[in-house]
Structure formats: structure tokens, C-alpha cells
């Protein structure tokens, strides 16, 4: 069917601990045969078959939250890959991404300072965490079909910027990583969520390379990096010629050590299109367990669980927001709407809609499309701070059904109600190619609640293969 749009994708939770030094402690380091600080790019690369669809290269595409990080001090620090040159032909853009990733921040008066990590190729998938000294530690991935790497930097006391090989999947299960979520947690413990590809998606294997994806928990134990495994499913099929930007899972952290994640499953028929599951899982027992937080409607084809964001309450309880995507029977969309899960019991979850209509960045399709690219942060009184987009919903002249994502909305609960603020009015889109728009947005905010920041990476899209991305900031309060 045309609206069918698939790719899946293998997921791997990397539980790392790493102390605040740089090199982890009674760990070999690997030594890298191919460090990311160096242009070449493996042959199998330059010589693949890029995909069918035009997929969008952001400053950052670990597809989190994890790449804007808000330390003790009040200092805002992000990671993001620039091109040495915009890229002259779409082959180039897709297989010779050659350039610098960045590390910048931004102090309480506004200041910005940039600071040049490493150079290499194809380097837009990182994630940003800070030690209990407030020490940057830059996570990036690097793909090729016979190995996936996590290269792993840190700022030495005299600000240089070291790096090791972190960890290598070399198993035949998945050839790509895709996705890249991070959290702190329990005695500076640093946990990593790799979600892994059977292949890159920008391939001719984009149709397939959603099948059989798996989830992953890998941890060091006894001096030996260990891997368990989740989960076996289908994740969401991708979407870059239906929505250029997504987000299928998310991962925090409680007070004791434990891990929550949420993450996407299709189920498909495989011939016309298929409904979506959120699922949330938990290592609490000594065992991971998996159960249903949101699926759709019985008898639907709606997409439940889209673009999801997980917080914790102060109690260590999960509370989710995502998008909620009421379908025809087709498979086009009639309605988006924000949402807001708490977790009340063992497979026990409280939907509350938090915002149902755009407000002013709308599609052909008409005001009832809302809620996508949340993020979601607790403060220390357990007040939810929300940032979100809407969704420009259209259809383009061969009947099919596209996203465009634009402004940026701030939610919060006060008195029991929900107040809704405009942050960034964006123009609304021309076409799907024609657009500017959200990529995605990071909220940090103070644990009193009083200094609450957006970061976010806004879409110029000129024609296919014509596009800027930049960086936006903007303070709520």
C-alpha cells in the first residue's frame, strides 16, 4: 500500500558504568583500527546503494533528547556534527558526510563557547552526559556493515578531549546503530540506549530493515562487558518520506540504580498498514519486564505511543508524553493529539490529553494534529514541564499522507489544570520538501523549576536535498 512506509530497528541497551575519569576503570582498552577522528570512510560504505527516500542529516540524529544536557552550575551543554562543506551531489550527502563534531556551551548570561572535539565522517549520532564534577562526556556511534563502534570522549582536567573505542558489535544481528539515548544514574553511573538496524536504513534495505529487531542490555560485570537480551519484536518502520523527524524510545534512571525504558512496536500484516504499541520495560525485578503502557484503539489502526518522552516522579514512578495518532481505516491520519501516561500499577497506565488542536503551524488536512517531539522533565516539587510541536498534517497530489513538525509549545500542571504557552511560532509549511521545521528540542530545566530552557534544531527545507539546519535556544523563564 503507498502509505506503507517501513523500516525497524534493533534495539540495544548499553548499561555502561563509568566512573569520572575518562578511561573506565579494570576495562582493556580497545584499541581502534578506524578512529572517528579520521575522514576515511569504509569501502563498503562509498560503494553501498543508498535507499529510496530522501533521509534528512541533522546536526545531531541520535533521534533523543540525550544531546542537550543542563549540569549543576547552570551551564547548558549540547553536541552536534557540521559538515566541512554542503555536499555536492545527494549520494555525497548520504555516503561522505566529512566533518567536525562540536561540544557547546551555554552559561546563565547567555555566553556560548564552542569547542571542536574530534573530525571524522558521518559522526551526527552522539549524546552528551555530565559527571558528578560536572565533566562533559561525549558518547558517538560509527557504522559500517562488519562492525558498529561507541567511541567514548572526555574532557581531561586541562579541557583536551581524549577518547577510546567503548565497546564493538560485531554479531550478525544488526550492522547499524540508529538510535542513541543516554541517562546518569546511581554512583555517577552512565547508562547508554543503542537502538540497532539490521542494516542502514538508507539503503536499498529500507523497506526490510525494521524486521526483527532486537532490545539489548549490556553491562560490565567482573571486568567483562556482558549483553542480555530484552526483547524480539518489530519496532516502527521509518518514516523519512512520511515525517523527517521521530523518536521511538526513551530511557531514565531511578534513585536506586534501576532502569526504565519505553520503545515502539509494529505489528504488521504486511500488506496495508499497521497499528503501533508504546511499551515500557523495567529491570526492578532482577529480571526485565515488559508490558503495554498505550496501544490503540481496539479494531484501529492508529499509531499510539509516537515521538515518546519517560520521566521519572520523585517516587520513581514513569510517567510518559507522546502522541497519540487516530487513523482511517486507510491508514491516513485524522487526528494528533498530545497525551500524558502515568504508570499506576503493574500494566496499569492513566491517559490524560493535554492539547488536541495546533496553534498555527497546521497542513492541508486541517487544526486537529498536535503533540509530536515532546519532552518531558520532572523538577524537585514534581511539577511536569512539557515541550512539544504540532503537526501539519497533508496529503500530497498522489493521495499520500505526510507530517510536516513545527513551532514549539510549552505545557506545565498548575493547580490541576494544564497551561499551554507558545514559545516559537514557525511559518506554516508550503509541501513536504517546501518547510521550516522542528527536528527536535531538549528542555532543561532547574530542579526549582524557575529557569526553564529550550534547545532545539530548526529544519530549512528549500527542495529534496536542499536543506539548513541550525541551532535554536530559547528561555521560558
Known amino acids: 500500500m503507498t502509505e506503507r512506509r517501513r ?93 567536525a563534531l562540536y561540544y557547546k556551551t551555554i552559561d546563565t548570561d547567555g555566553n556560548e563557547n564552542e569547542e571542536l572535539i574530534t573530525k ?28 558498529q563502534k561507541i567511541y567514548h570522549f572526555c574532557q581531561t582536567a586541562d579541557k583536551l578531549w581524549q577518547q577510546e573505542s567503548m565497546f564493538s558489535f560485531t554479531d550478525e544481528e544488526g550492522k547499524y546503530i540508529f538510535e542513541l539515548t543516554a541517562a546518569t544514574g546511581k554512583d555517577n553511573s552512565y547508562h547508554l540506549l543503542v537502538l540497532r538496524t539490521r542494516s542502514n536504513p538508507d539503503s536499498d534495505d529500507y523497506y526490510s530493515a525494521y524486521r526483527s529487531c532486537h532490545l539489548y542490555h549490556l553491562y560490565y560485570k567482573d571486568n567483562v562487558w556482558r549483553k542480555e537480551t530484552i526483547n524480539n519484536y518489530n519496532t516502527l518502520f521509518t518514516l523519512n518520506e512520511y515525517s523527517k523527524a521521530f ?113 498555527g503551524y497546521y497542513g492541508s488536512d486541517g487544526r486537529r494534529y498536535t503533540g509530536a517531539l515532546s519532552h518531558l522533565v520532572f523538577d524537585k516539587k514534581n511539577t511536569p514541564h512539557i515541550v512539544f510541536s504540532d503537526i501539519a498534517s497533508s496529503h500530497n497530489e498522489k493521495g499520500i499522507n505526510y507530517f510536516n513538525i513545527g513551532s514549539i509549545r510549552y505545557a506545565t500542571l498548575e493547580k490541576g489544570e494544564w497551561k499551554i504557552l507558545n514559545v516559537y511560532t514557525q511559518p506554516r509549511p508550503g509541501n513536504f520538501y517546501t518547510a521550516t521545521e522542528m527536528y527536535g528540542q531538549c528542555l532543561v530545566v532547574s530542579e526549582d523549576g524557575q529557569n526553564i530552557n529550550v534547545i532545539g534544531q530548526e529544519l530549512t527545507s528549500y527542495k529534496e536535498n536542499d536543506y539548513l539546519f541550525k541551532v535554536v535556544h530559547f528561555k521560558i523563564k
Open 247 to 359: 523518536r521511538r524510545q526513551d530511557m531514565a534512571i531511578d534513585s536506586q540504580g534501576f532502569v526504565h525504558v519505553i520503545f515502539g512496536e509494529e505489528r504488521q500484516d504486511l500488506t496495508a498498514y499497521s497499528s503501533s504499541w508504546l511499551h515500557y520495560a523495567t529491570n526492578k525485578t532482577g529480571q526485565w519486564v515488559i508490558e503495554v503502557a498505550l496501544g490503540p484503539n481496539e479494531g484501529t489502526r492508529d499509531s499510539a505511543g509516537w515521538y515518546p518522552s519517560l520521566a521519572l516522579k520523585s517516587d520513581g514512578q514513569p510517567v510518559v508524553s507522546c502522541a497519540y495518532i487516530g487513523r482511517v481505516w486507510a491508514g491516513s491520519a485524522s487526528n494528533g493529539r498530545l497525551v500524558f501516561l502515568e504508570r499506576i500499577g503493574s500494566e496499569k497506565w492513566k491517559m490524560n490529553t493535554i492539547a488536541s488542536i495546533d496553534d
Open 120 to 147: 571524522g565522517s558521518n559522526l551526527e549520532i552522539s549524546v552528551l552526559l555530565y559527571d558528578n564534577q560536572s565533566n562533559p562526556h561525549v558518547f558517538v556511534t560509527y557504522s559500517r556493515d562488519s562492525e
Open 7 to 99: 523500516a525497524i530497528i534493533f534495539f540495544v541497551l548499553c548499561h555502561v558504568w563509568i566512573q569520572s575519569a575518562c578511561k573506565i576503570d579494570n576495562v582493556t582498552p580497545v584499541t581502534p583500527e578506524l578512529p572517528p577522528n579520521t575522514p576515511d570512510i569504509p569501502s563498503e560504505i562509498v560503494q553501498g546503494k543508498r535507499g529510496p527516500i530522501s533521509i534528512y542529516y541533522g546536526l545531531n540524529d541520535s533521534n533523543s533528547t540525550s544531546w542537550v544536557r543542563g549540569n549543576e552550575s547552570g551551564l547548558i551543554g549540547l553536541v552536534y556534527f557540521k559538515l566541512d562543506q554542503p555536499a555536492e551531489t545527494s549520494d555525497a550527502l548520504h555516503f561522505n558526510r566529512i566533518g
